[in-house]
């Protein structure tokens, strides 16, 4: 969940909350799939769920359903729209491998700038650069070969390399370093040709 930074994800609530939230978007199967497995080849023993940081994480000022609010006024009137990953990258600070996004990055940034205030702001450490993680925390001296292995499966992937952002979930860290779903909120229902006043 990250903007150079990531936990698991957690599979059930169970260990003790952190005042660390974050807003992503899931990446559907089989796209997802695929990335999970990536992952986990890459960086054995972590329990991904791939996704792109619309906010990635940040403490809160308020109780969490307060900015949950927000986040909701935000993507009722938000269409949906077509995100698409192209090529892998390192970010040479933090040395994370990550794809970087075509299409569809320019509305994240967009949606990053109006998500990132009121309640959900926060001065991040980096830059915002959407992207989808693929490797962290690697291993002194192992960045070439995690790098080249992610290059040779990515190349060999043939599946749909798009996904259609329909929906955000607000997320929390724990003391375990996972992440919890808290909600999630659909795209554009006041865009929506069926969509009814409320």
């Known amino acids: 969940m990250d903007s150079h930074s990531d936990g698991g994800h957690c599979p059930a609530p169970g260990d003790e909350r952190l005042n660390i939230f974050a807003l992503v978007i899931y990446i559907p199967n089989p796209l997802g799939v695929f990335l999970d ?5 890459l960086i054995p023993g972590c329990n991904p769920h791939a996704h792109v940081s619309v906010l990635p994480p940040r403490p809160l000022e308020v109780q969490w359903p307060l900015a949950a609010d927000q986040v909701r006024s935000l993507t009722d009137a938000w269409p949906p729209f077509e995100v698409e990953l192209t090529e892998i990258d390192v970010f040479p600070i933090t040395q994370v491998v990550y794809l970087r996004l075509g299409s569809g990055a320019a509305e994240l940034s967009r949606m990053h700038a109006a998500m990132n205030e009121r309640a959900l702001t926060f001065h991040e450490p980096y830059p915002y650069h959407p992207h989808v993680t693929l490797a962290q925390d690697i291993p002194r001296g192992e960045l070439d070969s995690v790098r080249n292995t992610a290059l040779r499966r990515w190349r060999e992937y043939t599946g749909d390399r798009r996904f259609r952002a329909e929906r955000v979930s607000l997320v929390q860290n724990t003391v375990q370093k996972c992440w919890l779903d808290l ?16």
Do not use: F, I, K, Q
């Open 37 to 41: 497995d990536l992952r986990r080849e």
């Open 183 to 198: 909600a999630e909120y659909p795209l554009g229902v006041l865009t929506a040709p069926n969509a009814t006043s409320r």
